[in-house]
């Protein structure tokens, strides 16, 4: 399984981003993938996961209303929009899978087994 997220950068707070992520060696029709963050001296995150089982989505709290995954099933692609980004949105953005798991939920909380490579969002005026 191979993940890599791309497309951050450095955005004004209030500004906007969209984050893609592509996944080679598995389809997305079954398992359950997500976005998850990590910015210095914190513990990782999970923002939001999808269920490509069933389309159920899951958003954390802290960017709710504001953050919306979604999934390019032909391109084999998942996409994070951003918008009203704020400085503490501010970290390195990975997406994640487990292909064990089907829940969005499960899979925001307890974390992903195959990684890929971050992309960094920095929120700063």
């Known amino acids: 399984v191979q993940l890599q997220a791309f497309g951050g950068g450095l955005v004004q707070p209030g500004g906007s981003l969209r984050l893609s992520c592509a996944a080679s060696g598995f389809t997305l029709n079954f398992p359950a993938i997500g976005w998850f963050r990590q910015a210095p001296g914190k513990e990782r995150e999970g923002v939001s996961c999808?269920?490509?089982?069933?389309?159920?989505?899951y958003t954390a709290d802290s960017v709710k209303d504001r953050f919306t995954i979604s999934r390019d099933a032909s391109a084999n692609t998942v996409y994070l929009e951003m918008n009203n980004l704020r400085p503490d949105d501010t970290a390195v953005y990975y997406c994640g899978a487990d292909l064990s798991q089907s829940s969005s939920y499960a899979l925001c909380h307890s974390g992903p087994t195959d990684w890929g490579r971050g992309t960094q969002v920095t929120v700063s005026s």
């Open positions: 999808l269920s490509s089982l069933n389309d159920i989505t």
